[in-house]
C-alpha cells in the first residue's frame, strides 16, 4: 500500500489522504472515474492521475499543481474531475513525499517563495498559493525555484 492524496474537483471538498494498493489498476479508475490519463510532476518527483476524458468539473487545484509541477503543460492543459496524487520512483509509484501530504491535509496557511524572493502575503487555501505561484511566473512558465510553506 501507498500513501496518496485525492484531489476533489470542488474547491471547498478537503483533499483526502488515501491508502492504495499501486497495483490496482481498478482502484485508480474508481477515484479518477474511469479512463486516466497521467502527467509527470517535477520538484519532488511525482504522478498526477486524472480522467482523460472528463471535461467537468473543472479541477483548479489540480490544474494549477500541475502547471508548477510540469511547466510544459502550463496554461494549456486542464484536468477536469477528481484527481489522484501519488510519488514517482523512476516510474513506480510511491508514497506522496511526506512535506507534500502535510501541505495537502495539514496546512492551515501558506508562504509562497518563487526564486526565493517571498511575496509576503499569507494564503489560507493551498489552491490560491498555487495561483499565486501561476500568477508571480506569468507571462512566463511556472518553474524555476518554487516552494510553498506552511506558516
Known sequence: MIKAIRIPPTIDD???????DPHDFATYQGITGGNMQ???LRNPSM???SNGVSTTPLNIRATLMLWVHDPESAYHVM?????LLTGNDEGADVDV???VIELATKAQGYKVEVN?????LTYDNLAFAYAAV?????PSKPGGEVKIRIT
Open 47 to 49: 504522478t498526477l492521475y
Open 14 to 20: 478537503p483533499l483526502w489522504r488515501v491508502e492504495i
Open 79 to 83: 484536468i477536469a474531475g477528481q484527481a
Open 97 to 99: 513525499p511526506k512535506e
Open 38 to 40: 497521467t502527467h509527470d
Open 134 to 138: 501561476v500568477y508571480q511566473t506569468a
Open 116 to 120: 526565493g524572493e517571498n511575496d509576503g
